[in-house]
């Protein structure tokens, strides 16, 4: 097929529109529960106290603000796609948005002193018990009165390009790291299988054996460890032969491949899983996944992925199958000693060059022969 034929076939594929809206308008679609922001994705995108008000700053000075992209369901909802932190400033800011349970607090929100309105520290939107602190009814017709554009992505358009505009709209410069970014994608594709993810991440066996840094927690790195579990324990070798490319690619595609299966076997998923992680927290516990040192005969540093690819998916893929469990500790510190694993999970190997042989080690040593 021709470069022009693949733009002109993908091109009938998405329908779009657009026009300027006031944010008064915004407002009211939110009320009405005729905007989706996804209350759930305030965890992803962590804008900072300052931030807020210079955004809230931006609208008073006029500055035009870059439109918000959605996508129109069949039922005549905006999911929102794009815009998720600006439009929540605002509906936290008027005092109407719906946050999580665990999040919620209802004191009206106070600004933050910014560059070029000083003045704005310590202002609300509307307080009766705090009228000198809060904005003026022409300050609030200002806000209301401002435009915001919106881009539609229409709902006669293939049904995945609201997850491609999500992806490629909130990965480059945002504050919401890659995993971050797919969890957002599965929230708005498949709720299910994010909570199953979200649930075995919380699982305590995981939890003990993995051992991250708050950071990495923070970063939903514990949530990346299990969508790579569910992708690879149980894939055939042949297609993990074939990974190319930007790994963070190919666990979002991979994750949206999953997410839209009607068939998929998350009793399968959670049972290879929780046994997965009952052994090492029987056995070795927070040092499944260190360096092992033979002539200290200790574990030492912390959370390796390598040793993740070969402990956690091999014995996972076995998991029906896998040697008694006083066997475990002596089989994972005998990797540390394997030619492939050695050649295959330095400093530098990508994964495309790891995990085509690392994968395959970890079947072969936890098989129950």
Same mark, same amino acid.
């Given at each position: 097929?021709?470069?022009?034929?693949?733009?002109?076939?993908?091109?009938?594929?998405?329908?779009?529109?657009?026009?300027?809206?006031? #944010?008064?308008?915004? %407002?009211?679609?939110? $009320?009405?529960?005729?905007?989706n922001? !996804?209350?759930? +994705? /305030? =965890?992803?995108?962590?804008?900072?106290?300052?931030?807020?008000?210079?955004?809230?700053?931006?609208?008073?000075?006029?500055?035009?603000?870059?439109?918000?992209?959605?996508?129109?369901?069949?039922?005549?909802?905006?999911?929102?796609?794009?815009?998720?932190?600006?439009?929540?400033?605002?509906?936290?800011?008027?005092?109407?948005?719906?946050?999580?349970?665990?999040?919620?607090?209802?004191?009206?929100?106070?600004?933050?002193?910014?560059?070029?309105?000083?003045?704005?520290?310590?202002?609300?939107?509307?307080?009766?018990?705090?009228?000198?602190n809060?904005?003026?009814?022409?300050?609030r017709?200002?806000?209301?009165?401002?435009? #915001?554009?919106?881009n %539609?992505?229409?709902? $006669?358009?293939?049904?995945m390009i609201? !997850?491609?505009? +999500? /992806? =490629?709209?909130?990965t480059?410069?945002?504050?919401?790291?890659?995993?971050?970014?797919?969890?957002?994608?599965?929230?708005?594709?498949?709720?299910n299988?994010?909570?199953?993810?979200?649930?075995?991440?919380?699982?305590?066996?995981?939890?003990?054996?993995?051992?991250?840094?708050?950071?990495?927690?923070?970063?939903?790195?514990?949530?990346?460890?299990?969508l790579?579990?569910?992708?690879?324990?149980?894939?055939?070798?042949?297609?993990?032969?074939?990974?190319?490319?930007?790994v963070?690619v190919?666990?979002?595609?991979?994750?949206?491949?999953?997410?839209?299966?009607?068939?998929?076997?998350?009793?399968?998923?959670?049972?290879?899983?929780?046994?997965?992680f009952?052994?090492?927290?029987?056995?070795?516990v927070?040092?499944?996944?260190?360096?092992?040192?033979?002539?200290?005969?200790?574990?030492?540093?912390?959370?390796?992925?390598?040793?993740?690819?070969?402990?956690?998916?091999?014995?996972?893929?076995?998991?029906?199958?896998?040697?008694?469990n006083?066997k475990?500790?002596?089989?994972?510190?005998?990797?540390?000693?394997?030619?492939?694993?050695?050649?295959?999970?330095?400093?530098?190997?990508?994964?495309?060059?790891?995990?085509?042989y690392?994968?395959?080690l970890?079947?072969?040593?936890?098989?129950?022969?």
């Amino acid at each position: 097929m021709s470069l022009q034929k693949e733009i002109d076939d993908t091109r009938k594929e998405i329908r779009t529109d657009g026009y300027s809206m006031s #944010i008064g308008e915004w %407002i009211s679609l939110y $009320e009405n529960n005729e905007v989706n922001i !996804y209350p759930e +994705f /305030q =965890r992803f995108f962590r804008w900072s106290d300052y931030q807020k008000s210079a955004f809230i700053e931006s609208i008073l000075l006029g500055i035009p603000i870059p439109p918000i992209f959605v996508s129109q369901r069949d039922d005549g909802v905006w999911d929102v796609v794009d815009g998720v932190q600006r439009l929540s400033t605002i509906y936290e800011f008027v005092g109407i948005l719906n946050k999580n349970e665990e999040e919620n607090n209802n004191d009206p929100v106070a600004l933050q002193r910014t560059t070029y309105l000083p003045s704005l520290e310590g202002k609300k939107w509307d307080d009766p018990d705090d009228k000198e602190n809060s904005l003026t009814q022409t300050q609030r017709l200002l806000i209301k009165r401002a435009k #915001i554009a919106v881009n %539609i992505v229409e709902k $006669e358009s293939d049904k995945m390009i609201k !997850y491609e505009l +999500f /992806q =490629r709209l909130n990965t480059g410069g945002s504050v919401a790291t890659h995993q971050e970014i797919r969890n957002c994608i599965l929230l708005m594709l498949n709720k299910n299988l994010y909570k199953l993810i979200r649930s075995l991440a919380d699982y305590e066996s995981f939890k003990n054996c993995i051992a991250l840094s708050d950071r990495l927690y923070e970063e939903q790195y514990d949530m990346e460890l299990v969508l790579r579990f569910i992708i690879l324990f149980d894939k055939d070798e042949q297609s993990i032969k074939k990974l190319g490319g930007d790994v963070n690619v190919f666990l979002t595609e991979k994750m949206r491949e999953i997410a839209a299966k009607k068939d998929l076997d998350y009793d399968k998923i959670e049972k290879a899983f929780k046994k997965t992680f009952d052994v090492l927290n029987e056995t070795t516990v927070d040092n499944s996944f260190k360096k092992y040192k033979p002539e200290q005969d200790r574990f030492l540093g912390g959370f390796l992925l390598s040793a993740f690819e070969v402990v956690a998916l091999g014995i996972g893929y076995n998991y029906k199958n896998l040697p008694v469990n006083n066997k475990i500790p002596d089989i994972i510190k005998s990797i540390w000693s394997d030619e492939t694993y050695k050649k295959r999970s330095g400093t530098g190997v990508r994964a495309e060059s790891r995990l085509p042989y690392l994968v395959p080690l970890g079947r072969e040593v936890f098989f129950n022969s």
